[in-house]
């Protein structure tokens, strides 16, 4: 079994005993941080490309939501698919966004499990 197995059940018994809580906004902690349009790679508003060029910020946001106690955050890729990233010119990329936005939550929320043995849970984000 991998180890995603074993999160995947203990995530089913959690959500049949107990609240499950998840993050918040991901966009508005972004922006809050105020990327350059450098750190855009000149494509402003397309979050996700922060998984490459900026990764420090990604992951303060799932620090941030971990910090205050939530047991699961969602990855930085609401807008990875390729018809949200044909909209910048670079639908081509979207294997590499996707996997550098849960590897950076999986890396946060492993951490945090590192320091108090307690579960944490990374929910993948697609949007339309």
């Known amino acids: 079994m991998t180890a995603a197995g074993p999160r995947s059940q203990l995530l089913r018994e959690a959500l049949a005993s107990r609240v499950v809580v998840a993050d918040g906004a991901m966009g ?3 922006q809050a941080a105020d990327p350059s349009l450098e750190d855009f790679q000149q494509l402003e508003g397309c979050n996700e490309v922060l998984n490459v060029t900026r990764p420090d ?4 946001v799932h620090e941030a939501y971990f910090a205050v106690g939530v047991d699961c955050v969602e990855t930085n890729t609401f807008g990875a698919n390729f ?3 044909a909209e910048y010119d670079i639908a081509g990329r ?20 590192g320091r108090d043995g307690r579960q944490r849970w990374v929910l ?3 949007g339309p």
């Open 57 to 60: 910020i990604v992951a303060s």
């Open 94 to 113: 979207v294997g590499e966004l996707s996997e550098a936005g849960a590897r950076i939550a999986r890396e946060v929320a492993d951490s945090f499990t």
């Open 124 to 126: 993948g984000s697609m």
């Open 28 to 30: 508005t902690m972004l």
């Open 83 to 85: 018809a949200a990233l």
